[in-house]
């Protein structure tokens, strides 16, 4: 079977959404790789079949005498073949929201009859990204290459939820992506301006009073909680919970997680569920805290049972993070739940499943105890592939780890792996991004990395590779065990381990110089340096508040890109100000408690 530009794609009547849009993205892409057909040309035809067969095991392509078959279960998985057909045999490269890579070396394309791909199929089922921000207009080429990538599933906040618009929910859902509406909301199910008056009594005590609740929902790392063994508090949550799935019965999914940080309540019935001998870990930075797995779980267990009996079909989503990592004695993760473990502040330099490494053993037994308790329910991995909630792009190349790690998930039993993202540092982490979906749909490592700087690059992908092999060994050098936050990263590695990087950016850059991604790699790099050598003489000759400022000029006069999420930059840069101001050492977000474990992790994991 020969394809060109001449060649004619039809198609049967389709009346699923689904499998129409797959049908209109083949022949967008056709177009996009061969050119619109010559008029004056004999055209020849092809005709696509779609066969929905309930007991297919994952999907397939078969290209027979004038045809090509798409078979799958379900229509989101004739889609996934699509876009798979596209990138395996058309030259598409789907790495970047918003942008197709496609290689035209040839104006045709000869396939031999018979199976193309057969049966392929997820190891998670759950695959997708955690929004910490609005959707906007940005969202569409993200849901877009979302559905390219065979991710989906969104977790989002519930306040960005009901923000979001009714055509762009329709624009997921026709792509087969879960929207999760719920992130961090004991404020959203119970807020302090509507309760806090007539319920004091919702709210957390704390060292023996009662709190005023926070009603600044941007507040960063809150730690107000709420009395959660309030019975009336917890029928309130229900209520609203019901209410609220009423109100969107799209929904299928929503969370109850507690606001993020600490802050649990003291009162007498709350202390009853705290073990005064049992501290949160260490390596879940929250050994200053008493363990809160027993009284979370026992308000989720209620919570969920309750909400069961009027919304059964209903999944509630919950947290293990900080000093709730691991299940409590007896909690079984029964139907409806599903929990969402995070590695918060984990080593990067090791897979998480490794022994040897102090850090990630710990979160490896602990998702273990979470698999053990699954009585019908789901274990989803939370991950921070962009590192550990900052934004900042600092380097963390993941891409190739996740692939193991992904692998020894599947065969544990993980049902799901969700990552935080932003697009606008996508130059930093995007490749982690592409690898994790690959991996999440069993794809082969060294294939599907090959692949990538092949459609990336093109016949640079090797001096890619080697930009990418020194980015890692920088990494690396940061010690045996390294948290990804700045001070870790720049008080362990040398200033000419940034340059090379920079300067293999730069010999990239010059061999396509009109290359988008290219340029924004050299200016990432750039970045690092500066960031660097600003870092370095703070702690060698000193700096003033000028120098910083400095620096933050340059930053917000880079070109528009996908480089850096400026409000959280802005946010480190404003806390290194205030240290200079102030005579503070400065370490990260001036955050005590944070300050106080970078601190201790300068001694142990250095």
């Known amino acids: 079977m020969i394809l060109n530009k001449n060649v004619l794609l039809q198609s049967e009547k389709l009346n699923d959404r689904t499998l129409k849009l797959a049908f209109d993205e083949l022949k967008s ?35 027979g005498p004038g045809n090509l078959t798409f078979r799958a279960a379900a229509a989101v998985e004739v889609l996934y073949a699509v876009y798979e057909f596209a990138e395996e045999f058309l030259g598409f490269c789907f790495f970047e929201p918003g942008v197709d890579r496609v290689d035209k070396k040839s104006a045709r394309v000869e396939l031999k009859e018979g199976t193309l791909l057969a049966n392929r199929r997820p190891l998670l089922a759950n695959r997708g990204f ?32 009901d923000e979001m618009p009714e055509a762009m929910k329709d624009f997921y859902q026709v792509r087969g992506i879960e929207i999760e509406s719920g992130h961090h909301n004991f404020n959203y199910w119970i807020p302090p301006e509507k309760y806090y008056r007539q319920h004091p009594d919702f709210f957390a005590i704390i060292n023996g009073k009662r709190i005023s609740p926070t009603t600044d929902k941007s507040a960063l790392l809150l730690s107000e909680q709420l009395c959660t063994t309030n019975p009336e508090l917890r029928a309130e949550i229900v209520k609203n919970m019901a209410s609220y799935c009423q109100k969107h019965p799209e929904i299928k999914t929503i969370s ?18 705290y073990d005064k001998k049992a501290m949160g870990g260490f390596y879940s930075v929250s050994e200053h805290v008493y363990k809160a797995d027993k009284i979370y779980n026992d308000m989720v267990r209620d919570v969920v049972s309750q909400l069961r009996k009027q919304l059964p079909e209903i999944n509630v989503t919950f947290c293990a993070y900080i000093n709730y990592c691991a299940p409590s004695k007896g909690f079984k993760l029964e139907k409806n739940m599903a929990v969402h473990f995070a590695p918060y502040w984990r080593c990067i330099n090791h897979q998480i499943n490794d022994k040897s490494c102090s850090t990630n053993s710990h979160y490896a037994a602990d998702l273990e105890k979470w698999l053990k ?18 934004y900042i792009s600092l380097p963390m190349v993941h891409h190739e780890d996740i692939f193991d790690e992904i692998v020894w998930y599947g065969e544990k039993g993980v049902d799901g792996i969700l990552t935080q993202f932003h697009l606008p540092h996508w130059t930093a982490y995007g490749l982690n991004y592409y690898m994790m979906a690959k991996a999440a749909y069993g794809a082969d490592k060294k294939h599907a990395v090959q692949s990538a700087l092949k459609g990336i690059f093109g016949e640079d992908w090797k001096l890619a590779g080697r930009f990418y092999a020194a980015m890692k060994k920088l990494v690396l050098s940061a010690g045996n065990c390294h948290i990804p936050y700045p001070y870790a990263l720049f008080s362990r590695t040398s200033v000419a381990q940034y340059r090379k990087t920079h300067a293999l950016a730069q010999e990239l850059l010059k061999l396509s110089t009109r290359d988008k991604f290219r340029k924004e790699l050299v200016l990432w790099t750039e970045y690092l340096v500066r960031f660097k050598e600003l870092f370095d003489r703070y702690h060698n000759t000193g700096i003033q508040v000028k120098d910083v400022e400095a620096f933050q000029k340059w930053l917000h006069k880079l070109p528009p890109s996908r480089i850096l999420v400026f409000s959280v930059v802005d946010m480190l840069l404003g806390a290194w100000i205030h240290c200079l101001k102030t005579g503070r050492e400065w370490l990260h977000f001036n955050i005590d408690w944070e300050d106080k474990y970078i601190k201790k992790h300068r001694e142990t994991l250095s």
């Open 130 to 161: 955690i929004q910490e921000f609005p959707f906007s207009d940005d969202s569409y080429p993200v849901g877009d290459w979302m559905a390219k990538n065979k991710l989906n599933y969104v977790m989002t906040w519930m306040k960005y939820y």
């Open 29 to 63: 892409l056709f177009i996009k790789r061969f050119g619109s057909p010559a008029s004056n040309r004999k055209r020849s035809n092809i005709a696509i079949k779609f066969e929905l067969k309930p007991s297919a095991v994952g999907f397939s392509v078969i290209a």
């Open 256 to 273: 109850l997680i507690p606001n993020d940080g600490f802050g649990w309540c003291e009162c007498e019935k709350c202390s009853s569920f």
């Open 373 to 390: 308790a699954k009585a019908g329910g789901k274990v989803n991995i939370y991950e921070y592939y962009m590192g550990v909630n900052l």
